[in-house]
């Protein structure tokens, strides 16, 4: 009896949780459509930038934080996406819309092509084969003058004109776009088999493949979906920024930055790399502003002491606290159930 | 001729190179620390010799055991304090935390010294030895010399005292070494201290050899990766050889195909070396161990 209701008690609560969460989609989708009315210029350029930043670390999630496969030379897939849209643009005279989407299947199918050989490689080779391999991209971009003009780079059309924020406000939503796919892609991996089976690979590759898993198609898949966005952040970034050049589009600042977001957040979960990504954007623009001299150093510190102080991301201090504060509130009902 | 000059080149660089990836080889060995901030390290001993140099008149060369001595005692501070609570993270962690310190030490370093660059000049920097038609600078033919002595140094610590032992020994097998008696607390803060002395003298050899400012380890950083991969990760014996390995095909990329494919052709070989030998040149299976 007393169970029978203490089961019917929880199904309610579920309940609740899931349509809690709902409103809190909708809610979300609503502001982050409605934000750019609300924003300065400047206030909308960073959150672009958080939103680019937050695509870049959730691609990174599926192939590092899922499989397990430390690609930290996801710069590669980025720079392939811009130049790709920058020619495709300039040189082929695409609509933007179609060179988005044909820059992020380019970098995608660059992936397919040099991911064969590299994810034979594990742990910290094929972290540094992937950063070997976005170096030599950068260099074939800034030697390859017939098609990527070399070291001079490509200038960009814009989009709009007007005030600045009429000016971001179609990157704004572009970048939104590319992030809200990336993130449903991701929850997909999360929900899905493949995505069990990316865990699997992750936990014991050798084990995943006698329990009958395709390991290497799935790795490859994977890194493939991780670049197809990654290569469409980049050509939305190209079109925004309005000119590129080798230095800029395969800037390794970039890996470490979504890297540390994704890292930060938690790896292996959807919401962490989005968290991570919106943490660090705004701490490194408040630090920016506040210590122009030294914001690097104060950067830099409060870095190291995030890592001391949550040494296992966001979302695993979250999910602790959620835990604890579930227990606190078990406690009287486990009692009563003792008796 | 040319040939000549390649050697002595290529000998020169790959020795910097070998110093400056053992160090990050024997951190990555011991504690499965990837030490993004080596390069900054690096910038430190650059920046002390050209202190010293200015400040004391003294030869560059005298200052090389100072900076040892001040980078050791720095390491081993930054590993007591910082590195070691971290130690049981995932290494994507420690990777995190030592990027943040490789930011401050930057930032520091352009707060302390400025942005220019700066170069340290000994007052033989223009003599050059002339040799059957050859002419070698000498200050290249003492980093040389300079560069064999800190090896050799290096080789014989590792390998005759008992303290090189130890930390070989805490490489290869942590819990064994404890159950032998070895302090692995202590042995962790001295190699990070010895890598920090090692890359002080990189530092202040460079020095003498290229110009320098508060960003010169960035790249630094990245050949000591490549070098330790060359040589597979966390062998110090293999990163001296991946040292060499490197340099040689650096130098011989601008030769065959000139300046601007250097680069190409150095990461190019390190994709076909990860590719078809993923252990390095000589790293041994249990080297290449991934703790994530």
Request: proline share 3%; glycine share 10%.
């Given at each position: 009896?007393?169970?029978?209701?203490?089961?019917?008690?929880?199904?309610?609560?579920?309940?609740?949780?899931?349509?809690?969460?709902?409103?809190?989609?909708?809610?979300?989708?609503?502001?982050?459509?409605?934000?750019?009315?609300?924003?300065?210029?400047?206030?909308?350029?960073?959150?672009?930038?958080?939103?680019?930043?937050?695509?870049?670390?959730?691609?990174?999630?599926?192939?590092?934080?899922?499989?397990?496969?430390?690609?930290?030379?996801?710069?590669?897939?980025?720079?392939?996406?811009?130049?790709?849209?920058?020619?495709?643009?300039?040189?082929?005279?695409?609509?933007?819309?179609?060179?988005?989407?044909?820059?992020?299947?380019?970098?995608?199918?660059?992936?397919?092509?040099?991911?064969?050989?590299?994810?034979?490689?594990?742990?910290?080779?094929?972290?540094?084969?992937?950063?070997?391999?976005?170096?030599?991209?950068?260099?074939?971009?800034?030697?390859?003058?017939?098609?990527?003009?070399?070291?001079?780079?490509?200038?960009?059309?814009?989009?709009?004109?007007?005030?600045?924020?009429?000016?971001?406000?179609?990157?704004?939503?572009?970048?939104?776009?590319?992030?809200?796919?990336?993130?449903?892609?991701?929850?997909?991996?999360?929900?899905?088999?493949?995505?069990?089976?990316?865990?699997?690979?992750?936990?014991?590759?050798?084990?995943?493949?006698?329990?009958?898993?395709?390991?290497?198609?799935?790795?490859?898949?994977?890194?493939?979906?991780?670049?197809?966005?990654?290569?469409?952040?980049?050509?939305?970034?190209?079109?925004?920024?309005?000119?590129?050049?080798?230095?800029?589009?395969?800037?390794?600042?970039?890996?470490?930055?979504?890297?540390?977001?994704?890292?930060?957040?938690?790896?292996?979960?959807?919401?962490?790399?989005?968290?991570?990504?919106?943490?660090?954007?705004?701490?490194?623009?408040?630090?920016?502003?506040?210590?122009?001299?030294?914001?690097?150093?104060?950067?830099?510190?409060?870095?190291?002491?995030?890592?001391?102080?949550?040494?296992?991301?966001?979302?695993?201090?979250?999910?602790?606290?959620?835990?604890?504060?579930?227990?606190?509130?078990?406690?009287?009902?486990?009692?009563?159930?003792?008796? | 001729?040319?040939?000549?000059?390649?050697?002595?080149?290529?000998?020169?660089?790959?020795?910097?190179?070998?110093?400056?990836?053992?160090?990050?080889?024997?951190?990555?060995?011991?504690?499965?620390?990837?030490?993004?901030?080596?390069?900054?390290?690096?910038?430190?001993?650059?920046?002390?010799?050209?202190?010293?140099?200015?400040?004391?008149?003294?030869?560059?060369?005298?200052?090389?055991?100072?900076?040892?001595?001040?980078?050791?005692?720095?390491?081993?501070?930054?590993?007591?304090?910082?590195?070691?609570?971290?130690?049981?993270?995932?290494?994507?962690?420690?990777?995190?935390?030592?990027?943040?310190?490789?930011?401050?030490?930057?930032?520091?370093?352009?707060?302390?010294?400025?942005?220019?660059?700066?170069?340290?000049?000994?007052?033989?920097?223009?003599?050059?030895?002339?040799?059957?038609?050859?002419?070698?600078?000498?200050?290249?033919?003492?980093?040389?010399?300079?560069?064999?002595?800190?090896?050799?140094?290096?080789?014989?610590?590792?390998?005759?005292?008992?303290?090189?032992?130890?930390?070989?020994?805490?490489?290869?097998?942590?819990?064994?070494?404890q159950l032998a008696g070895v302090d692995v607390k202590q042995i962790d803060a001295i190699t990070f201290?010895?890598?920090?002395?090692?890359?002080?003298?990189?530092?202040?050899?460079?020095?003498?050899?290229?110009?320098?400012?508060?960003?010169?380890?960035?790249?630094?950083?990245?050949?000591?990766?490549?070098?330790?991969?060359?040589?597979?990760?966390?062998?110090?014996?293999?990163?001296?050889?991946?040292?060499?390995?490197?340099?040689?095909?650096?130098?011989?990329?601008?030769?065959?195909?000139?300046?601007?494919?250097?680069?190409?052709?150095?990461?190019?070989?390190?994709l076909v070396v990860l590719v078809l030998r993923p252990r390095g040149l000589l790293g041994k299976e249990?080297?290449?161990?991934?703790?994530?």
């Open positions: 009896m007393l169970e029978a209701r203490l089961s019917s008690f929880l199904r309610e609560g579920q309940r609740l949780q899931v349509s809690a969460a709902a409103v809190g989609a909708v809610a979300l989708a609503v502001v982050l459509l409605l934000l750019p009315n609300w924003l300065s210029g400047y206030w909308l350029r960073i959150t672009t930038s958080v939103l680019m930043f937050a695509t870049l670390a959730q691609a990174w999630n599926i192939i590092t934080g899922f499989t397990g496969y430390p690609a930290f030379g996801n710069t590669a897939f980025f720079g392939v996406g811009a130049y790709a849209l920058a020619i495709l643009v300039t040189k082929a005279g695409l609509g933007i819309p179609a060179a988005i989407v044909l820059a992020g299947l380019a970098a995608a199918a660059f992936c397919a092509v040099i991911g064969l050989p590299i994810l034979r490689l594990q742990g910290h080779y094929f972290a540094i084969a992937t950063l070997a391999l976005s170096l030599f991209v950068r260099e074939a971009a800034a030697n390859l003058g017939w098609l990527t003009n070399g070291a001079i780079g490509i200038v960009l059309p814009t989009l709009a004109s007007g005030s600045p924020e009429e000016i971001t406000r179609p990157y704004y939503y572009l970048m939104l776009l590319v992030l809200v796919a990336c993130c449903a892609c991701t929850w997909w991996v999360s929900v899905s088999r493949f995505g069990y089976g990316l865990r699997s690979i992750k936990a014991d590759e050798d084990a995943a493949a006698c329990f009958g898993i395709n390991t290497t198609l799935s790795k490859l898949v994977a890194w493939v979906l991780s670049a197809f966005f990654t290569g469409l952040a980049g050509a939305v970034w190209a079109l925004w920024i309005t000119f590129i050049d080798p230095q800029s589009a395969f800037n390794l600042a970039i890996a470490v930055k979504f890297s540390v977001m994704a890292l930060l957040g938690g790896l292996g979960t959807v919401a962490g790399p989005v968290l991570g990504a919106l943490l660090v954007e705004v701490l490194t623009q408040a630090i920016w502003g506040a210590f122009y001299a030294v914001h690097l150093a104060v950067l830099g510190l409060a870095i190291m002491l995030i890592v001391l102080l949550m040494p296992g991301g966001l979302m695993q201090l979250l999910r602790d606290r959620l835990a604890t504060a579930k227990r606190l509130l078990a406690t009287p009902s486990a009692k009563e159930s003792w008796r | 001729m040319e040939s000549f000059q390649f050697v002595v080149n290529g000998l020169m660089l790959g020795g910097i190179y070998a110093i400056v990836g053992a160090g990050f080889a024997l951190v990555y060995g011991v504690m499965n620390v990837l030490n993004v901030a080596h390069g900054s390290f690096i910038m430190i001993g650059a920046y002390l010799t050209y202190w010293t140099v200015t400040l004391l008149g003294v030869d560059p060369f005298v200052t090389l055991p100072a900076s040892a001595v001040a980078l050791f005692a720095f390491g081993y501070l930054v590993q007591r304090t910082v590195i070691s609570r971290v130690l049981h993270a995932s290494i994507f962690m420690t990777f995190i935390l030592t990027f943040g310190l490789d930011m401050f030490l930057i930032n520091a370093g352009l707060v302390a010294w400025g942005g220019s660059y700066r170069a340290v000049r000994p007052s033989y920097a223009d003599d050059v030895l002339i040799m059957g038609g050859l002419t070698i600078p000498y200050v290249r033919l003492v980093v040389l010399v300079a560069v064999v002595a800190v090896i050799a140094l290096l080789l014989l610590f590792m390998s005759k005292t008992r303290l090189g032992i130890a930390i070989k020994a805490t490489a290869l097998e942590r819990e064994a070494a201290g010895l890598s920090a002395a090692l890359a002080g003298v990189a530092g202040g050899l460079l020095a003498v050899v290229l110009p320098f400012g508060p960003f010169m380890g960035v790249p630094l950083t990245g050949k000591a990766f490549t070098v330790a991969v060359l040589g597979g990760l966390g062998s110090m014996t293999g990163a001296l050889y991946g040292g060499f390995v490197l340099a040689f095909a650096e130098i011989g990329g601008v030769i065959a195909l000139g300046g601007e494919w250097a680069d190409g052709i150095a990461f190019i070989i390190l249990f080297f290449a161990e991934v703790k994530v």
